[in-house]
């Protein structure tokens, strides 16, 4: 089992910058893949990748991020971190981070943190 616990989080103006860290306790076997999301309050609304990086270091980032957020992640440990630069009002959401990899005995695991808010003002 694992838990994994956000933090960075908080209110900045339009132009500032946060760095969410996420750091997992527990064990697991091995990790294929960990992950940043975004989720609206609105009812319905689905939760949204915003980054990933894979255990080999690649990085996936959707359109609206590329070049202003930064995905990384410490091999020794499950941690995974996201730098955010340039944030806008429409960046504002609810950043949950997630880890997907596998148990001892082989079946996949997938874990998520509980989130934090970020919001940026105009």
């Known amino acids: 089992q694992v838990q994994l616990a956000e933090s960075g989080g908080g209110l900045v103006q339009a132009g500032g910058s946060l760095r969410l860290s996420c750091v997992g306790s527990g064990s697991i076997f091995g990790i294929n893949s960990m992950g940043w999301y975004r989720q609206s309050p609105a009812p319905g609304k689905p939760r949204e990748l915003v980054?990933?990086?894979?255990?080999?270091?690649?990085?996936n980032y959707t359109d609206r991020v590329k070049g202003r957020l930064t995905i990384s992640r410490e091999n020794a440990k499950i941690a995974v971190y996201l730098k955010m630069n340039s944030l806008k009002p429409d960046d504002t959401d609810v950043y949950s981070c997630n880890v997907r990899g596998r148990a001892r005995a082989g079946f996949p695991v997938e874990y998520w943190g509980r989130g934090t808010q970020v919001a940026v003002s105009s």
């Open positions: 980054a990933s990086i894979t255990s080999g270091g690649g990085t």
